[in-house]
């Protein structure tokens, strides 16, 4: 194994990532491009971190990040492969997840498999400091659990009357099943930043006056044709054209994300997916606070 194409697992106690659920309510919007983009700005500063491709209909951040995986977290999830087999390496510090849609559907899982999934997952976040969820568009109920357990959201939505409302769809949504902390909203293929403040705004004072829930604005994406020619060429945007106007833009809503306090104390995602899923945590807890059992040298199995 090549050294660093791996998280290493540092001895001695660790501590669960932060997570975040990159979400929106319309498909399209460019959440993926987000995703990716604020893993890889987050890696760059020497976060350690890794981007799960929890899409349940296409799982493609594969092709985006321009990397191949022989296996995936489905894989996993069967019993066929260990963990450590389905991470790929995009960039120094950071790692992709593909083809976890298992998250997104997580209530169909085995038992076996929501033991597995549970306790992956959370020795994954003892060995990095943030773990990024890319998630499929719309309100499905693994989509919905995963932004309403997950440390923060971040909705992605463009200045469209129809992806606002679709992000105050999935919202309200969210919001009725008890997430009223962590949101933040990024709007993307802005047509400047002015463009982009105004749609924000749109989406702030609805679902601060009808939700009751208030979000942080964390800046816009322009539309900007080296997205799309990043997409294309099977590159990372923030690799391909890094002083492009959409990879400086991103690189300054993961540092807007970045300077936020630490969210209030609530369960984190992995305690809350355990209790949804009725998997036991004992094990998968004192594995992922430190125990011995994965003071090994690479991701565990
Ligand atoms: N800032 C941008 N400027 C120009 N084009 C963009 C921008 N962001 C995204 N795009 C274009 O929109 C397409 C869709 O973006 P992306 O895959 O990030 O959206 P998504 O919300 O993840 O979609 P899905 O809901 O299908 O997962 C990209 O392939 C790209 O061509
Ligand atoms: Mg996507």
Known sequence: MVA???PAVG?????????????SGKGGVGKSTVALGIAMAAAERGVRTVLVDADLGMANLDIMAGVRSAHSAA?????????????????????????????????????????????????????????????????????LELAGAADRVLMVTTPEPTALTDAYGFMKACVR??????????????????????AVERLRRAVARH?????????????????????????????????SPAARAIRRIEGSLAGLPEPSARPDLFSALAARLGVRVAGAMAAAMGGAAITGASMPR
């Open 4 to 6: 660093g194409d791996r």
């Open 11 to 23: 001895a001695g106690p660790a501590r669960l990532a932060r997570t975040i659920a990159v979400a």
């Open 75 to 143: 894989d996993w999830l069967g019993g066929r492969v260990t963990l450590a087999e389905c991470f790929v390496a995009v960039a120094p510090r950071m790692w992709l997840l593909g083809g976890a849609s298992g998250l997104a559907r997580m209530a169909d899982l085995s038992p076996a498999q929501r033991q597995r999934l549970v306790e992956g997952l959370s020795r994954v976040a003892s060995h990095v400091d943030l773990m990024v969820l890319d998630l499929g568009a719309g309100i499905g109920a693994g989509t």
């Open 177 to 198: 099943g008890g997430r009223r902390a962590g949101w933040n909203v990024a709007c993307s293929m802005a047509t400047d930043a002015a463009d982009g403040a105004r």
């Open 211 to 243: 939700l009751e829930v208030d979000m942080h604005d964390a800046g816009s994406v322009p539309d900007d044709s080296s997205v799309r020619r990043a997409v294309r060429a099977g590159r990372p945007l923030l690799a391909a054209e890094p002083a």
